[in-house]
């Protein structure tokens, strides 16, 4: 593609330059690159936008905020970090996260359907497994499954009929 890329950013988003002179402006924080002679450059082949994929949040169709509380934070070790009604009487939408994961929990029908499935990779999964049935939920209680992809996997199922499958390659668990 191009020869001896270096990535860069500008702004909100990152480039690839081939041309030295170009970089190190950029890397003295000597910004006198305008727009127009980027896109110049970009005709010309020196320079590309990357495009860059940051997060993904699923959204889980819920239809009690305090049961999913007491799945999702008490059982699963989440922490909700805001609630929203648009009314007093308006459905729920709640975000939650824990160690870098973000789930968004809906009352309202036409955010998602119940019983979807959110297929997770992380690491320390003997560890997650241990704490999570540790705490005897009666009516979850997920194994730590080997998988054909060469992963451990553990899968829980939410009140609502949703699924979360946390997965750890098992070149990492055995390291």
């Known amino acids: ?25 950029f890397a003295q924080n000597q910004h006198v690159l305008v727009p127009s002679i980027l896109f110049s ?14 997060q993904t949040t699923p959204i889980l169709r819920i ?12 059982f699963l070790g989440f922490e909700v970090q805001w609630q929203h ?5 308006a459905p729920a ?4 996260q824990r160690d870098g994961m973000t789930l968004y929990l809906s009352v309202h029908h036409g ?5 979807s499935t959110v ?13 999570i049935t540790a705490k005897a939920l ?13 992963a451990k996997c553990v899968q829980v199922t939410d009140p609502f009929g949703n699924r979360i499958r946390f997965n750890e390659r098992i070149d990492r668990v055995l390291k």
Not at 7 to 14: M, N, P, Q, S
Not at 85 to 89: A, T
Not at 119 to 131: A, P
């Open 111 to 115: 955010d998602c359907c119940p019983g």
């Open 1 to 25: 593609m191009f020869p001896s890329l270096r990535r860069i950013e500008l702004g909100r988003a990152f480039w690839l330059v081939s041309c030295d002179s170009l970089y190190n402006q």
């Open 119 to 131: 297929f997770v990779w992380m690491t320390g999964i003997e560890e997650f497994h241990d704490e």
């Open 85 to 89: 009604h648009f009314s007093d009487d």
């Open 138 to 150: 009666k009516y979850n209680r997920p194994g730590l499954e080997t998988t054909f992809y060469n």
């Open 93 to 96: 939408y709640v975000e939650l």
């Open 41 to 54: 450059a970009i005709d010309r082949g020196h320079i590309g936008v990357i495009i860059e994929f940051k």
């Open 63 to 74: 239809f009690d905020v305090g049961k999913a509380k007491e799945f999702y934070c008490g």
